[in-house]
């Protein structure tokens, strides 16, 4: 196995950090790691808003429903569909763009963001720095637009805290692997004795940790997703222009 | 520079593969690489269908508008957005799922099948390996799912072939950074200059690579992106109970 390998199946988000800066060269190399990724029809439809600014950063931890270590960790990356680009690209071919108004345009937008939030924390973490993704910037993604200036035809998808840890985490165990990889076609009939069997490890986990507020999968995914939770991405979405109807 | 960030900064998509198969072990490695990526509120909510079958990449290579790579590389790997692991949870949890109903739910699922793809990506190109990621499987995804034998509550995203190279092949450029980073707040003044100069950089780049039929970057957006291309996604994704109406 190389050290590729080892890091990225080494994963794990942590929300202890040193306030040490990271220097300017790392960051451009973070950085350029996600610019070289790919884009659906090389749209080049991803943009990032780097922060380092204090108090921005405190505003982004609130934003996000009170996550101190977005406020502790010197750098906070915003990863941000933007089919505003692109229009000023199809605008100057004399054309209007559509595509945004499509849930393929989103869907497409969102799937780029996924490749270059990925390789932000792969290359932060190959610098020897810690990463937490941060989805919670959806909670309120009104905020986070007035904050960063987003114009129309962009979105928050979510950010990402990067700085030097206070502490090494223990990776939280996964799902059985019989439950991410099917081989041909999609095997459902071994998932109800997967997820049981995560649940028990899932608790010892916790157990291991100290964590005794730790909750099975199961209860704790139930708690998330019995609502429509983050309620507020699509009508910021469709106020962005990234209307869905289509 | 570590040899990690140096792959990812030269990534690049291959069209042109040996036939030589890929190794279970060398396919394990990559799958674990993406396995242990983050999910939205450890949902873990993304699943892989890993196809070798001969007649179901050549079948998948038709899907996707006849791309013939698809067929020749002799893994392809479709990543799935998978909220029918996560509604198993929330039953066995005495609860009724609602988040897959949310713009939010998709979202979330793409941005995570998109950390997945990104590490199957750099997990294989670490492995000397190339790659090139597909998104036209979306172009009839009912027909991914009717071949995958995918439930409601999941959605073929994209997929990603993986083989040995026939020949390297040189990386596209982007456009200027600048155009993709910003700091402290998103800035859109230089943006058209930036549109303009990568559109010649592009030409110059067509006509160095021997593509005489190569277009500027804001001509061929402008192509995909004056209509709401992939115009099946929405239709399929409410079928599949992605009404997005949350």
Redesign the interface.
Known sequence: ?????R?????R?NRSYKTDPVSEQMLD?I????????T?????Q????????RA?RARIAEIAGGQPWIAQAPVFITV?VD????????E?????????????????G??????????L???AR??GLGIV?I?GI?RDPQAMID?????PL?FP??GVCVGYMAEEVP??P??G?S????????D?EA??SL??AY?ETLMQYWQQIGRPDGV???????E????????K??PV?VKQGFL???
């Open positions: 196995m190389n050290e590729t390998l890091l990225m199946q080494a994963h988000s190399q950085v350029e790691a996600a610019y070289r990724g790919p659906s029809v090389n749209s080049q991803v943009s990032l808003v780097v922060v380092r600014d921005k941000i089919f505003h680009k692109t229009r000023l690209g199809v100057k071919a004399g054309e209007t763009q559509v595509a945004h108004e499509s849930l393929e345009g989103v869907v497409a969102t799937l780029d963001a996924g490749i270059a939030l990925g390789n924390m792969t290359a190959s610098l993704p989805g959806r904050l960063l200036q987003l114009p962009t998808v979510a990776q939280k996964r799902m692997i439950s991410f990889r099917h081989d041909e076609r999609y459902q998932l109800p997820i049981a649940d099975p999968w199961s209860m704790r995914v139930a998330y997703y019995q609502k429509a939770y983050f309620s991405v699509r979405a869905c109807d289509k």
